[in-house]
């Protein structure tokens, strides 16, 4: 049974730091690309962060400075790390699994990702 499961969400003040963990089983994890989508009451699901099988990274402009992405393929783990937290910061966090196409910007489309977590849930708040 394929699952990801993220953890490491919480409620965080502006201005502070979390790490999203995501754990991965019942796939070839080194295989995947890996991505961070979140998404916000009233909102599309937008995406965040991305690091291919071949550790090359990508990050949204709005993330850009702020938050990192990185796996580790022996504990089928991808995790994002999160600082200088803002409130707009605030969503439902989501990893993603999928084999992309080389080139392009693919990482960006939801329905290309065959494996989803449940989400962890971001609140950053004063």
């Known amino acids: 049974e394929v699952q990801l499961v993220e953890s490491g969400g919480g409620l965080v003040q502006p201005g502070g730091s979390l790490r999203l963990s995501c754990a991965a089983s019942g796939f070839s994890f080194r295989t995947y690309d890996m991505s961070w989508f979140r998404q916000a009451p009233g909102k599309e699901r937008e995406w965040i962060a991305s690091?291919?099988?071949?550790?090359?990274?990508f990050l949204a402009d709005s993330v850009k400075g702020r938050f990192t992405i990185s796996r580790d393929n022996f504990k089928s783990t991808v995790s994002l790390q999160m600082n200088s937290l803002k409130p707009d910061d605030t969503a439902t966090y989501y990893c993603a699994a999928a084999r992309l196409p080389g080139g392009g910007t693919w990482y960006l489309i939801p329905t290309f990702y065959n494996y989803w977590g449940q989400g962890t849930q971001v609140t950053v708040s004063s």
């Open positions: 690091i291919y099988s071949g550790d090359d990274t």
